[in-house]
């Protein structure tokens, strides 16, 4: 009920605020007879994690994950995998300075107000910190649906877009620059503009593109849980997203029935994909696509107004090392919730089957 | 696991197709003691109903519900709430032309591959008619938690849009018109588009803003089941919706964290609003906002190709009463939606106290 | 939360009280393209109903399913199948004399206090009327499974007991009495046991045997949801159920490792099977056997002292309609049960292979 | 769906198999504001681990249980409990004997044909260790239900009861003796028989009796979650357990309705319980009261023939350090998982409120 599970089958349970001993989590429900790659999934915590280039937090995590249990000589055995990542540079004293404040657009005050008690430090499970146990999760749930391809790419850094379709990209190119934008030309005007926002102190929001491409026909259940009812919620679920589309999305709510429907050939694909590949909530085997807003980053390192927990009005602001665009770093917890989302339905279709 | 139920505490699970005996559901959480208005909730069923006036599809269904459980004296019981909607008009030879035929931009063929049989009468359980058994359980959920405002209004048609800010509309206005939007110049644009539309045998996409106002803070849970998570799955589990967004939404991904960040009064609430009333997943006091974006219906009284289940292309043309844009008729689902968010938040919420 | 939903995967969801309109379910998560043998569904429905013989209440209901969604052409279309069954011989008269009035042993003192306000006419939701919407249900997982032979009998009524184990019996002799005990001779007194105590207005308690054959290897969850675990917990939640046993039971608390250890033969089963078919909480492939205690029917054709509602010892007479013994109308029902519990493990089990 | 998180609300998840790196879990859903007595819980767990007399087994494991979230300055935050209890004494070479064996009325056999592959270092996931996470849990829900009192104690072992009613028993004398029996007599006779089995390289089963009072009414969902029923699946989820009873239990299918019916006092209270605090899966205040059969110990230290991988019969003799009897490591096991049952329907009590 409180909201710490993710999926139905193959549930992630996670645990942990930012600057305690260690964050981490339980998968239940993975299939047994999985071989796992160990390195694939430090891979990808790797590419969440701070300090990785100069656009990013300069915190320095080795978010290294230890399994505690479900593996056993590197096969999964169907019981429940438990897993710590340690909290080795929390520096707690950089907080010190907001335990009474509630910072502008952060979560100090809902917080405070629904708990009564708050781990002030760093934002505690507000933390986007906790996503890299969905990070963990998620690479083991890819490994689960390796036919499926998953690929997230940075598409807009505020009013700088990716305007390429993702058809006209080279997914194997996104890991190529810091921004992890596939067009390189675009990535460096990405790059450029976060470098001056971060010299100003200043934040910048963005967009991320997320394209699942190889997806078998039938995944997604009809009614509440339509599978892109799902990915909204897995990825609204994020830290900092405002925004969720899939297919033509916002653009398709100014379109006319006779452009939008996407008419068949005769293998039952499409010659258009305003759907998204997906139809009544199900996937008809086209790519899907959407599109997930992120806000700016709240932590600001300039003078701001905040309220203390006695009413006043106080300046503050941001010390420590945070993200001035938060969308690089997201784009694996991207592709993490939405491996999540696919292996539950992939699994519950086994099921009916 | 086959997504029949919405909600955690005040959990609605729906039953039946277009074409059946009945539609109807079970609510099962509803607190004792609540005296139900029982026009009230049929009145919200009238707003969705079909036939309502002449930009919506001219089908007479009377829609009445019947409750058969859970409410004795007129007061609810703690027990569950079954009811049913008989389905008085169905016309199942309008469909027979389609039985072996999977329509463009519908469900027939992913329903045909997931399932291996359909009942092809008119979308069976993927027509927008299962939503008004959450007309339904919304309407009880509004009473539960009457004193938030619920307000959704038509925002655009097509490339109308209704430029004004929620805060510069009075929503008593939002019943006058056909369109549902209250503003009248605005909303007399719209039905002149949607009629044209008609007329052509076509149809056109809109978007819903919903306004949600006098929120307790505190609603939402902080990691996966975040306030605005769970709406944006309420309302992607709608038919025909392509997208969501919140607060500053897309626009907020453009904009620098020095613009975005809303500063504190003494009182807790903010200056600005683009966090659109939720904080870290939960709500602040402010008012919270959203818009939704609907597809253009995709039936067509227009010549289209289609597929049969045979692999041939076959030209069809959509027969029966449709409706040329679904956003008018769609603005109870989404405050119904909203309220079942709504109604789960503030029960568990009671659970911590 | 409110526990009207039995199952994980096949889901079954009731309503209705005794004395309403009419009672009721969805079932959500039956698999597509199961032909239904609707006339084997209702027959389990009349092994049920009251009237059938001279030693059970003597009320007369059809008791007549109604199917409203889920099934096109006779076939589960993997939709969600809500059913009716309507209340017809409701003498809501019957009950009149204790509207205020808590009687002894029955669910009134308690639903009152938990709930505030309780619909009064005979029993309401804590009628054992509510169990014909899972003897619906469990007919349909019946013939999911139909691979599986459940067959439940009376083992005890009183002090009589039937001393054959159930290797011994002939099950096609179940049905042949009106006490459903397959051995004639041990029926007979059972019956005649039975209609001595309703002479006296009085009610007697009895056990239930159920035998689970050609069970499937592999059925269960190892930690919380064991497969005897969900069977205790399915038995528990009928009426007037005080205890569940299964294999050696509380006998085996008695015994010695080394007399109760089943040792295995070559092909994996067992030379004894204490065990009941379980190990560790998933099925061996052994015969699963369990019992279960049903106390004496609370209501008496007799004098006995109750409490009103404003603190007053009165004295009152059950009037109505009565089951002397609940033990055998409810062979149906726990049959039922276990048919449920077993096809969502049996489903489950899908989804790991 | 794979079943390792028990309750609703105040939901606990484990991990962990006996031989890997730790054990452990998470506690979603505890509320905030919770001062946490941490000796208490640790104490709890010294009552479940192995060592602590002669009677059970002599492994030496410290069990402490380390925190890694959810409290901060010693107080829950109403994030999720994070927990660990690392294997210290996992001596793995005791159990290579059995890799390829499949042990009588173990789970070995069935864990290897439900996954395909096991963890054979003793027990793994089947193992009791995996309980003393549910201890850790069950201790922290005593402390947020500390009003309620819940009184476990062996009430028999092997054909030695003690045959007092726990009325007349002084709970605070069960800790006084090795095997947890509070009438000192009885006691002795027990311990004695333990010894003596234990010298045979035999096992022995037994009964715990679980007393709770002090009980708020209305506790308990009235159809599937009777609070029996839940009771009833917490108790058989325990290993070695095979049956449960409350109230009159398997007695009570023996009586008539006339001796068996509860007479209200005019206070609500009842002159007898025969329910067992319950009626209709609701509590009325009285005092609850059941009773669990567990089975004796499968491990023997005596030759038994067990079935290897390949079909062979072969002789095998249990090794490492097994307890003669589970009872009495198993009472903190049954309060806590009795806590866990009470904890979730206090806290949805409070939800409908």
């Known amino acids: 009920m409180a909201g710490n599970t993710f999926g139905k ?3 992630l349970t996670t645990f942990g605020e930012s600057h305690g001993i260690a964050i981490g989590g339980i998968i239940d429900g993975c299939p047994s007879g999985l071989q796992l790659d160990l390195d694939a999934i430090q891979n990808e915590l790797d590419r969440r994690k701070p300090g990785q280039s100069s656009i990013v937090t300069q915190r320095k995590e080795p978010d290294t994950v230890e399994f505690l249990s479900g593996i056993f000589e590197g096969q999964t055995t169907g019981t429940p995998i438990g897993f710590v990542i340690k909290n080795t540079n929390q520096k707690s004293k950089d907080y010190s300075h907001i335990k009474d404040v509630y910072r502008p657009s952060h979560a100090d005050y809902t917080y405070e107000k629904k708990y009564g008690v708050r781990d002030y430090r760093g934002g505690g499970r507000s933390s986007a910190r906790e996503t ?7 690479a083991i749930a890819k490994q689960l649906i390796n036919n499926i391809a998953i690929n997230a790419y940075t598409s807009s850094v505020g009013d700088i877009f990716l305007e390429k379709p993702y058809q006209d990209l080279d997914f194997s190119k996104t890991e190529s620059n810091a921004v992890r934008c596939p067009d390189q030309e675009t990535a460096e005007r ?6 001056a926002i971060k010299k100003e102190g200043d934040t910048i929001g963005g967009t991320i593109t997320c394209v699942l491409q190889n997806i078998p026909i039938g995944l997604g259940e009809p009614v ?5 009812a799902d990915l909204g919620k897995a990825m609204l679920s994020i830290n900092a997203v405002k925004g969720f589309e899939y297919g033509s999305g916002f653009c398709g709510a100014k379109m006319k029935g006779s452009d939008h429907n996407d008419i068949f050939n005769e293998d039952g694909s499409t010659k258009t994909n305003l759907s998204g590949g997906i139809q009544g909530g199900i996937s008809n085997g086209m790519d899907i696509y959407f599109r997930v807003a992120f806000k700016p980053v709240a932590t600001l390192i300039q003078k701001q107004n905040a309220l203390d927990s006695s009413g006043n009005i106080v300046e503050m602001q941001g010390k420590g090392r945070h993200d001035p665009c938060v969308v690089p770093r997201a784009i694996p917890i991207v592709e993490a919730m939405a491996a999540l989302v696919l292996v539950d339905f992939y699994l519950l279709n086994k099921l009916y089957k």
Do not use: E
């Open 9 to 11: 089958i193959f549930k």
């Open 132 to 138: 890299a146990s969905r990070v963990v999760a998620g």
């Open 190 to 195: 990405m790059i450029h503009r976060i470098k």
């Open 224 to 228: 509440f849980d339509k599978l892109h």
